[in-house]
């Protein structure tokens, strides 16, 4: 009898030539959520949408647990981009737009992504954002404080235009429009009328 092998998912790490390591956080995440592998990037992927990034709305599984307080928005991001999920460049293109936010602290954010090995990612979308607009935050911050020696040959990793919304056509007329997929923000909600 013979056994076949089962080929192993693709994971981002993988697609970008690097290994996984220990990550704190997706364990954090995981023991939040209760779930792990496809479950838990549909999961962080629904938390994104929740959050703000809009683009990727869709109908998620029932089954997935409701979005947890106490992972921020940074957490929520950079367990996206995590080198452990199966690659699937929706979770990259969420987590772009969630990070996206004048909420979001970029200090934070930079730390969580050296801790986690994600600056070569980050860094990609950063320079995605950086073709609409040099000062975005917070990915001006990031281009300025994360360290380039990890930066890797990109090829997996998404085109540009994949950050934006572009249509070919204005209220002017014909043309071509594009904006950098920013965070839909929820207005803060005023305490004198909370019930």
């Known amino acids: 009898m013979e056994m076949k092998e089962q080929a192993s998912p693709l994971t981002l790490a993988r697609a970008l030539g690097d290994v996984t390591h220990a990550s704190p956080l ?61 690659y699937d460049s929706h979770l990259i293109r969420a987590a772009a737009q969630l990070l996206s936010s004048s909420r979001v602290d970029p200090q934070k954010l930079a730390r969580l992504a050296t801790l986690e090995r994600c600056e070569s990612v980050l860094l990609h979308i950063a320079d995605a954002s950086a073709r609409q607009d040099a000062n975005r935050q917070p990915w001006a911050y990031l281009r300025a404080h994360l360290s380039q020696r990890n930066r890797r040959t990109l090829e997996a990793l998404l085109h540009w235009s994949r950050f934006v919304s572009m249509t070919g056509f204005t209220r002017a007329g014909p043309g071509l429009r594009i904006e950098w997929l920013q965070r839909h923000e929820q207005p803060a909600k005023d305490p004198a009328h909370a019930r």
């Open 26 to 86: 997706l364990h954090k995440v995981c023991q939040i959520s209760g779930l792990g592998g496809e479950d838990l990037q549909q999961w962080l992927l629904k938390c994104a949408v929740q959050r703000g990034a809009g683009h990727y709305r869709r109908t998620f599984p029932t089954h997935l647990p409701p979005d947890d307080e106490r992972l921020s928005d940074e957490e929520i991001g950079i367990a996206l981009c995590l080198g452990h999920h199966t």
